[in-house]
């Protein structure tokens, strides 16, 4: 769930008789993702060979790095592990979600989706690489459209109105 999907009681708790039914849906999804936790990644099996020479032969990876904080530190316990293994999960869920609100933001105006890829070749062909998080000062449009999804769609109770003409490289909010 990520925060444009909140319900109107999490601001307003005398709602949430209304939203009951919904409330249920989204407890039961969190178990499900839970058990899905337990069952597949931090299952006892794993937990007890994460150290074995065995393991150390098979690609590794950042859900292996996590269970093995639990065998290395006495400060980490299996519940702090869980959260986060469901931090890593979750925010893995926020960035596919704004990648994809960001591209349908971006191919409902044509102008701003040409000029970002104008952006990308240039960094592509100057740096000969591909686009990366060091490229964000050389992308006048690329990251303001970023800015934007963001901004638009952080919150459903906070209303996205702007009061001012916004004026950015050509483009306008107007």
Known sequence: MVLADLCPHDCFPTLAAFYRKHTTIIVNWSASIRSFILRRITHEERELNIDSEESKRHERDFADAIVESLTESE??????????????????????????????????????????????????????????LYDMARMPYGMPAIYEVLRYSSSPIVPHMEDIVIFVCGVTNK
């Open 75 to 132: 400060n980490v316990t299996r519940d702090t592990m869980l959260f986060m293994l469901g931090d890593f999960i979750h925010g893995h869920s926020a960035v596919g979600n704004l990648a994809l609100l960001t591209h349908g933001h971006v191919a409902k105006n044509p102008l701003i989706a040409q000029r970002i890829q104008e952006e990308a070749d240039e960094i592509c062909k100057t740096a000969n690489r591909k686009v990366n």
